[in-house]
């Protein structure tokens, strides 16, 4: 049990972190996404995308594989999960105060993270931080950078963010006060885990790196078996409800709404493209197979 509420709380610190503004840099590749491209149609033949993003990202990025940029040249809107705007995001920065270290009573943990941390170090007033917001300063930690092998800069998302811009055809699928609200309220309940998970360096960063690793190399097959283990051993377990409920409330029924908008976008005759977070695309519960449940063909690009 413990192992599997590492696996939950690492993916969340690893997606939560590094989000910035993309960056031009020299010797830019061309990243290949298609694996996590998704044409879903309904019996009419009537479709739009289904796309796994991923932050944060390791390379500098010229461009997206042919597939997936036609698939972005073509939709009619580009969703993410939030806008990436960095004055909507200090718009609801007060989130980010919600159930602070100090409010929890964890500030000798907090002394222990901070110890790890170049990017936290010496930085005791953070406690009036939440857990979530100090998990993303560790992040950004040049240590944790360098030997996961991420940029606080390249990201997928925040490549795709600015092409919706330049199209002016962007769309949230959540929003950010929503998700800043998110990650207070589970702040509340796990902050304890959260920061257990931060104090051991090491394993924060192996842990990063296989998530990093395993997008970059296409492996959705990861993906989908670290979430159908989780599935898996929750559904037969007994006293599990504080995490059932962090699953349900980060994961499961997000994922039902990502479905819907999906859905609602084919329905209205849209060719849209809704890029999610990827860890929402596989498992049982996952977008793919609430599609395919619901009867829609779901056929990966690549």
Request: hydrophobic share 35%; aromatic share 12%; with cysteine.
């Amino acid at each position: 049990m413990k192992k599997l509420i590492k696996i939950i709380i690492l993916v969340v610190l690893v997606m939560v972190s590094g989000c910035a503004i993309q960056k031009k840099e020299e010797n830019a590749k061309v990243i290949d996404t298609s694996m996590f491209l998704y044409k879903v149609s309904n019996q009419e033949g009537e479709y739009s995308y289904l796309f796994g993003t991923c932050h944060p990202g390791r390379y500098p990025i010229k461009s997206l594989d042919k597939v997936t940029e036609k698939a972005l040249d073509e939709s009619d809107s580009i969703y993410l999960e939030c806008s990436l705007d960095q004055k909507e995001l200090q718009k609801y920065s007060k989130y980010l105060s919600y159930y602070s270290i100090r409010q929890l009573g964890l500030e000798d943990l907090y002394e222990d993270v901070m110890k790890q941390y170049k990017s936290l170090e010496g930085k005791s007033d953070y406690v009036t931080y939440n857990a979530f917001a100090i998990s993303s300063i560790a992040g950004s930690d040049l240590e944790v950078l360098n030997k996961v092998n991420i940029s606080k800069y390249n990201a997928i998302d925040n490549y795709i963010y600015d092409y919706a811009q330049k199209k002016k055809n962007f769309k949230e699928v959540e929003g950010v006060e929503f998700q800043m609200k998110l990650f207070a309220k589970l702040s509340k309940s796990h902050s304890q885990e959260i920061l257990t998970e931060l104090k051991n360096k090491k394993e924060f960063i192996n842990g990063s790196k296989k998530i990093i690793d395993a997008y970059y190399s296409g492996n959705t097959q990861y993906y989908e078996d670290e979430q159908n283990l989780i599935l898996d051993y929750f559904e037969h377990m007994q006293d599990t409800e504080k995490v059932r409920n962090y699953l349900n409330v980060l994961y499961y029924n997000r994922n039902i709404h990502m479905k819907d908008t999906l859905i609602n976008s084919i329905n209205n005759g849209k060719h849209d493209f809704i890029g999610v977070g990827c860890k929402h695309l596989y498992g049982k519960k996952g977008i793919i197979q609430l599609l395919r449940d619901d009867g829609y063909l779901v056929e990966c690009m690549k």
